[in-house]
T-cell receptor, first 111, second 114 residues
């Protein structure tokens, strides 16, 4: 079983739709959870981070972590064509510095 | 907004040659990282560096790889004898402290080994 699993997509939605992106993981030591956005041929850009379980909201973005199910989500409300990118989940344990990434989900928001 | 700068953006090298990838982290950051992303695959951790020492490295980071902070601003990744399978995007990242939730990544260097 992979440490972090993420559906690669592509996911195509119309402008204005609510987007749900998800990752599952197997390592119960993970405590810090992040979502990055990556445009083609660019580096990952941090969108959201959460510690342990719970929800966090920032503008149109909401991150959720359910540690009991080892499942994290990113919701994008009122999606825009500029949201078209690859979304990477990443996580790390409390003692390690390294981030473990999912494979990324490619999102296309159409007009 | 402060950013991590990487040079060159694209490097082509012959198999067996040495390459040095360069990074200028954000000026007040103390922790530095290299990650790589082979085309179509996930971003993978290579190494973290703090206080002029490697603090953590992955199994990918073998004796062919080394890192250095030669002065107060640059952070370099050296690959001694490149292989075809080293072709990838290499990302440098930095953070203020290890507990920092997220790191700031550079735009990457695309390394092509021919």
């Amino acid at each position: 079983q992979k440490e972090v699993e993420q559906d690669p997509g592509p996911l195509s939605v119309p402008e204005g739709a609510i987007v749900s992106l998800n990752c599952t993981y197997s390592n119960s030591a993970f405590q810090y959870f992040m979502w990055y956005r990556q445009y083609s041929r660019k580096g990952p850009e941090l969108l959201m981070y959460t510690y342990s379980s719970g929800n966090k909201e920032d503008g149109r973005f909401t991150a959720q972590v359910d540690k009991s199910s080892k499942y994290i989500s990113l919701f994008i409300r009122d999606s825009q064509p500029s949201d078209s990118a690859t979304y990477l989940c990443a996580m790390r344990s409390g003692t390690a510095s390294k981030l473990t990434f999912g494979t990324g989900t490619r999102l296309q928001v159409t007009l | 907004e402060p950013e991590v700068t990487q040079t060159p953006s694209h490097q082509v090298t012959q198999m067996g040659q040495e390459v040095i990838l360069r990074c200028v982290p954000i000026s007040n950051h103390l922790y530095f990282y290299w990650y790589r992303q082979i085309l179509g695959q996930k971003v993978e951790f290579l190494v973290s560096f703090y206080n002029n020492e490697i603090s953590e490295k992955s199994e990918i980071f073998d004796d062919q790889f080394s890192v250095e902070r030669p002065d107060g601003s640059n952070f370099t990744l050296k690959i001694r004898s490149t292989k075809l399978e080293d072709s990838a995007m290499y990302f440098c990242a930095s953070s203020t402290r290890q507990e920092s939730y997220g790191y700031t990544f550079g735009s990457g260097t695309r390394l092509t080994v021919v």
